[in-house]
Protein backbone atom coordinates (compact mmCIF):
# COMPACT_ATOMS: atom_id res chain seq x y z
CA UNK A 1 0.00 0.00 0.00
CA UNK A 2 1.69 3.41 -0.65
CA UNK A 3 2.22 5.77 1.71
CA UNK A 4 2.65 9.58 1.32
CA UNK A 5 4.82 11.23 3.62
CA UNK A 6 5.66 14.97 4.02
CA UNK A 7 8.13 16.70 5.86
CA UNK A 8 8.04 18.94 7.67
CA UNK A 9 4.79 19.04 9.29
CA UNK A 10 4.70 22.81 9.79
CA UNK A 11 7.14 25.44 8.82
CA UNK A 12 7.67 29.69 9.50
CA UNK A 13 10.20 31.84 7.26
CA UNK A 14 10.47 35.21 7.08
CA UNK A 15 9.07 37.38 3.94
CA UNK A 16 11.70 36.31 0.95
CA UNK A 17 13.33 33.65 1.63
CA UNK A 18 13.46 30.37 -0.87
CA UNK A 19 12.43 27.04 0.64
CA UNK A 20 12.17 23.56 0.12
CA UNK A 21 9.33 20.99 0.71
CA UNK A 22 10.01 17.76 1.24
CA UNK A 23 7.33 14.54 0.17
CA UNK A 24 8.44 10.89 0.05
CA UNK A 25 6.50 8.29 -0.72
CA UNK A 26 7.02 3.92 -0.55
CA UNK A 27 6.28 2.54 -3.50
CA UNK A 28 8.41 3.81 -6.55
CA UNK A 29 6.05 2.38 -9.58
CA UNK A 30 3.74 6.02 -9.97
CA UNK A 31 2.55 6.72 -12.33
CA UNK A 32 2.27 11.00 -11.49
CA UNK A 33 2.68 12.87 -8.34
CA UNK A 34 1.11 16.38 -7.80
CA UNK A 35 1.88 19.23 -5.58
CA UNK A 36 -1.70 21.53 -4.57
CA UNK A 37 -2.14 24.24 -2.41
CA UNK A 38 -4.80 24.62 0.09
CA UNK A 39 -5.95 27.46 1.70
CA UNK A 40 -7.75 27.51 4.73
CA UNK A 41 -11.63 26.45 4.53
CA UNK A 42 -11.05 26.22 0.89
CA UNK A 43 -10.18 23.54 -1.97
CA UNK A 44 -6.97 21.97 -3.39
CA UNK A 45 -5.21 24.15 -6.32
CA UNK A 46 -3.41 22.07 -8.50
CA UNK A 47 0.17 23.46 -8.60
CA UNK A 48 2.07 20.94 -10.20
CA UNK A 49 2.05 17.93 -11.89
CA UNK A 50 5.22 15.54 -13.01
CA UNK A 51 4.93 12.87 -14.94
CA UNK A 52 6.96 9.56 -13.94
CA UNK A 53 8.98 10.42 -16.64
CA UNK A 54 9.84 13.57 -16.24
CA UNK A 55 12.24 15.25 -13.79
CA UNK A 56 11.51 18.30 -12.57
CA UNK A 57 8.08 20.58 -13.34
CA UNK A 58 8.39 24.42 -12.70
CA UNK A 59 5.68 27.52 -12.78
CA UNK A 60 6.57 30.73 -12.06
CA UNK A 61 8.43 31.11 -8.40
CA UNK A 62 7.66 27.32 -7.96
CA UNK A 63 10.16 24.38 -8.95
CA UNK A 64 8.89 21.01 -8.16
CA UNK A 65 11.91 17.83 -8.65
CA UNK A 66 11.34 13.94 -8.86
CA UNK A 67 12.99 11.14 -8.15
CA UNK A 68 11.47 8.15 -8.48
CA UNK A 69 14.13 6.06 -7.52
CA UNK A 70 14.54 6.86 -4.32
CA UNK A 71 10.61 7.78 -3.78
CA UNK A 72 11.47 11.23 -3.15
CA UNK A 73 9.84 14.66 -4.21
CA UNK A 74 10.51 18.51 -3.66
CA UNK A 75 8.88 21.25 -3.62
CA UNK A 76 10.86 24.70 -3.79
CA UNK A 77 9.56 27.72 -3.75
CA UNK A 78 11.75 30.72 -4.71
CA UNK A 79 11.98 34.14 -2.85
CA UNK A 80 8.73 33.73 -0.69
CA UNK A 81 5.99 36.35 0.04
CA UNK A 82 3.46 36.21 2.81
CA UNK A 83 0.45 35.17 -0.31
CA UNK A 84 2.61 32.06 -0.27
CA UNK A 85 1.08 31.02 3.10
CA UNK A 86 -1.48 28.09 2.75
CA UNK A 87 -0.74 24.54 3.15
CA UNK A 88 1.06 22.09 0.47
CA UNK A 89 0.03 18.67 -0.31
CA UNK A 90 1.80 16.40 -2.28
CA UNK A 91 -0.03 13.08 -4.07
CA UNK A 92 1.13 10.34 -5.41
CA UNK A 93 -1.07 8.52 -8.49
CA UNK A 94 -0.23 5.06 -8.39
CA UNK A 95 -1.08 2.79 -11.39
CA UNK A 96 -1.28 3.05 -14.86
CA UNK A 97 -4.34 4.07 -14.84
CA UNK A 98 -6.94 6.96 -14.02
CA UNK A 99 -6.28 5.53 -9.77
CA UNK A 100 -7.23 7.86 -6.98
CA UNK A 101 -4.64 9.90 -5.63
CA UNK A 102 -2.56 8.85 -2.29
CA UNK A 103 -1.98 12.27 0.00
CA UNK A 104 0.46 13.60 2.21
CA UNK A 105 -0.78 15.22 5.26
CA UNK A 106 0.68 18.22 3.96
CA UNK A 107 2.84 21.31 5.37
CA UNK A 108 1.52 24.15 6.71
CA UNK A 109 3.13 26.93 5.64
CA UNK A 110 3.27 30.31 7.61
CA UNK A 111 5.39 33.20 5.95
CA UNK A 112 6.20 36.51 8.20
CA UNK A 113 5.62 39.68 6.46
CA UNK B 1 -15.27 25.55 -18.21
CA UNK B 2 -16.72 26.54 -14.57
CA UNK B 3 -14.44 23.44 -13.02
CA UNK B 4 -15.98 20.77 -10.79
CA UNK B 5 -18.94 21.95 -8.61
CA UNK B 6 -20.27 20.44 -5.82
CA UNK B 7 -23.50 21.27 -3.42
CA UNK B 8 -24.15 22.57 -1.18
CA UNK B 9 -21.23 23.87 0.48
CA UNK B 10 -22.05 23.72 3.70
CA UNK B 11 -24.27 21.05 5.05
CA UNK B 12 -25.72 20.71 8.84
CA UNK B 13 -27.55 17.75 9.90
CA UNK B 14 -28.60 15.64 12.96
CA UNK B 15 -27.31 12.17 13.66
CA UNK B 16 -29.48 9.78 11.56
CA UNK B 17 -30.78 11.93 8.67
CA UNK B 18 -29.96 11.00 5.25
CA UNK B 19 -27.57 13.55 4.00
CA UNK B 20 -26.86 13.48 -0.24
CA UNK B 21 -23.81 15.84 -1.36
CA UNK B 22 -23.64 16.74 -5.29
CA UNK B 23 -20.62 16.76 -7.58
CA UNK B 24 -20.54 18.27 -11.14
CA UNK B 25 -17.29 16.89 -13.17
CA UNK B 26 -15.66 19.21 -16.01
CA UNK B 27 -17.18 18.48 -19.35
CA UNK B 28 -15.92 16.24 -21.23
CA UNK B 29 -13.92 14.02 -18.09
CA UNK B 30 -14.29 10.71 -18.05
CA UNK B 31 -13.38 9.91 -14.13
CA UNK B 32 -14.81 11.35 -10.93
CA UNK B 33 -13.49 11.00 -7.75
CA UNK B 34 -14.77 11.34 -4.26
CA UNK B 35 -12.62 12.13 -1.47
CA UNK B 36 -13.22 12.52 2.11
CA UNK B 37 -10.43 14.88 4.87
CA UNK B 38 -10.94 15.38 8.55
CA UNK B 39 -7.63 16.29 10.16
CA UNK B 40 -7.03 12.73 11.83
CA UNK B 41 -6.65 10.97 8.47
CA UNK B 42 -6.12 14.01 5.71
CA UNK B 43 -7.18 13.22 2.41
CA UNK B 44 -8.69 9.43 1.42
CA UNK B 45 -9.90 8.70 -1.45
CA UNK B 46 -13.19 6.80 -1.03
CA UNK B 47 -14.58 5.87 -4.65
CA UNK B 48 -14.40 6.58 -8.43
CA UNK B 49 -15.88 5.72 -11.52
CA UNK B 50 -14.65 6.01 -15.22
CA UNK B 51 -17.26 6.37 -17.68
CA UNK B 52 -20.36 6.22 -14.81
CA UNK B 53 -19.14 3.15 -14.04
CA UNK B 54 -17.60 2.63 -10.11
CA UNK B 55 -14.19 0.93 -10.54
CA UNK B 56 -13.05 0.88 -6.88
CA UNK B 57 -15.50 1.74 -3.68
CA UNK B 58 -12.92 -0.11 -1.57
CA UNK B 59 -12.31 3.72 0.49
CA UNK B 60 -16.00 3.78 1.41
CA UNK B 61 -16.10 3.20 5.42
CA UNK B 62 -19.24 1.62 5.63
CA UNK B 63 -22.88 0.68 3.50
CA UNK B 64 -23.91 3.45 5.09
CA UNK B 65 -22.19 5.11 2.66
CA UNK B 66 -23.46 4.77 -0.77
CA UNK B 67 -22.41 7.02 -4.56
CA UNK B 68 -23.78 6.93 -7.57
CA UNK B 69 -23.06 8.95 -11.24
CA UNK B 70 -26.40 8.56 -13.28
CA UNK B 71 -24.73 10.24 -16.11
CA UNK B 72 -21.50 12.11 -17.51
CA UNK B 73 -22.08 15.03 -15.65
CA UNK B 74 -23.66 14.40 -12.24
CA UNK B 75 -22.86 12.10 -9.43
CA UNK B 76 -24.00 11.77 -5.68
CA UNK B 77 -22.50 10.37 -2.40
CA UNK B 78 -25.41 9.94 -0.11
CA UNK B 79 -24.75 8.93 3.59
CA UNK B 80 -27.59 7.46 5.49
CA UNK B 81 -27.98 7.46 8.56
CA UNK B 82 -25.63 10.00 9.32
CA UNK B 83 -23.38 9.90 12.53
CA UNK B 84 -21.32 12.23 14.06
CA UNK B 85 -18.41 10.67 12.89
CA UNK B 86 -19.23 11.40 9.48
CA UNK B 87 -18.09 14.92 9.79
CA UNK B 88 -15.48 15.64 7.67
CA UNK B 89 -14.80 18.37 4.43
CA UNK B 90 -16.21 16.11 1.36
CA UNK B 91 -14.07 16.83 -2.11
CA UNK B 92 -15.19 15.52 -5.55
CA UNK B 93 -12.49 15.62 -8.37
CA UNK B 94 -12.39 14.40 -12.02
CA UNK B 95 -9.78 14.02 -14.96
CA UNK B 96 -9.18 13.06 -18.35
CA UNK B 97 -8.16 9.48 -18.15
CA UNK B 98 -6.32 10.00 -21.49
CA UNK B 99 -4.91 12.79 -21.13
CA UNK B 100 -1.96 13.67 -18.10
CA UNK B 101 -4.44 12.13 -15.35
CA UNK B 102 -4.44 15.99 -13.77
CA UNK B 103 -7.16 15.67 -11.22
CA UNK B 104 -8.99 18.91 -10.61
CA UNK B 105 -11.05 19.05 -7.42
CA UNK B 106 -14.38 21.24 -6.45
CA UNK B 107 -14.52 23.11 -3.59
CA UNK B 108 -16.05 20.49 -1.21
CA UNK B 109 -19.16 20.14 1.38
CA UNK B 110 -18.61 20.91 4.56
CA UNK B 111 -20.44 18.07 6.36
CA UNK B 112 -21.18 18.51 9.71
CA UNK B 113 -23.34 16.17 12.09
CA UNK B 114 -24.59 17.14 15.24
Known amino acids: KQEVTQIPAALSVPEGENLVLNCSFT??????LQWFRQDPGKGLTSLLL?????REQTSGRLNASLDKSSGRSTLYIAASQPGDSATYLC????????????FGKGTHLIIQP | DAGVIQSPRHEVTEMGQEVTLRCKPI?????LFWYRQTMMRGLELLIY????????DSGMPEDRFSAKMPNASFSTLKIQPSEPRDSAVYFC????????????FGPGTRLTVL
Open chain 2, 93 to 104: ASTLGQGDNEQF
Open chain 1, 27 to 32: DSAIYN
Open chain 1, 50 to 54: IQSSQ
Open chain 1, 91 to 102: AVHSGGGADGLT
Open chain 2, 27 to 31: SGHDY
Open chain 2, 49 to 56: FNNNVPID
